[in-house]
């Protein structure tokens, strides 16, 4: 298989990761929910001896290699920019949450309290980021996540389109979460039904420019 590979594009799409792991500390000291897939390896996560970026990155591993049990055909997804989110992206949001708590004095990104207004303004900006990194790693084209390729294949074999596929990921997300305790809220809903629209703004007014940029 003929893997692509741009040293500037991994560039993009480890920047991209980056400012996507600040959106979820973000929208995650907003005590108003993160996105469903994280909210999920949180909550599990919290249940057992190991740190969210070790829980994630395992799970990814597992989470691919059903895809390609499911089909061989799945293998085109990884490359470079698929590796980076999944095995990386835990530790960058794990590591932030720790720089959050530093700044504020709290041993937990769920004891910050902000207070209403700062905690929209949290919220906003968190969600901004997050559907801005996604945007870049998404652009780069270097390769899909396990979680997002999920939903791909789902969409290929089933007689569903890819929109309805991943609402059904993420509410399963959601339920795992819910009975984990992972964090929920307003963050969760409008990421789960507004991310589509916020990365087309993102991928035509920045990502795309960029990405032509760098190629």
């Known amino acids: 298989m003929k893997f692509k590979f741009s040293a500037k594009l991994a560039l993009v799409s480890l920047i991209g990761n980056i400012i996507l792991a600040i959106g979820i500390a973000t929208c995650r000291i907003s005590q108003m929910g993160i996105d469903p897939f994280t909210s999920m390896n949180t909550g599990v996560s919290n249940h057992l001896p190991i740190a969210l970026g ?58 910050i309290a902000l207070g209403l207004p700062m905690s929209i303004v949290a919220l906003v900006i968190g969600v901004l980021l997050l559907t801005l990194g996604c945007s870049l790693y998404i652009t780069a084209d270097l390769g899909t996540a396990s979680y997002d390729a999920l939903s791909i294949y789902m969409a290929d074999v089933l007689p569903i389109k890819y929109s309805f596929c991943r609402i059904i990921t993420d509410t399963a997300c959601v339920a795992i979460a819910l009975i984990s305790g992972g964090p929920l809220g307003v963050a969760t809903i409008v990421l789960m039904f507004g991310t589509g629209p916020f990365i087309s703004f993102w991928n035509e007014n920045v990502s795309k420019p960029i990405v032509k940029m760098f190629s």
């Open 54 to 111: 070790t829980y994630q990155a395992s799970f990814n591993i597992v989470l691919f290699i059903v895809l390609v049990l499911l089909s061989r055909k799945n293998l085109k997804y990884l490359n470079i920019g698929a590796i980076i989110n999944m095995f990386l992206l835990g530790y960058f949001v794990q590591f932030f949450n720790s720089v959050y708590c530093s700044i504020f004095g709290q041993a937990s990104p769920d004891d």
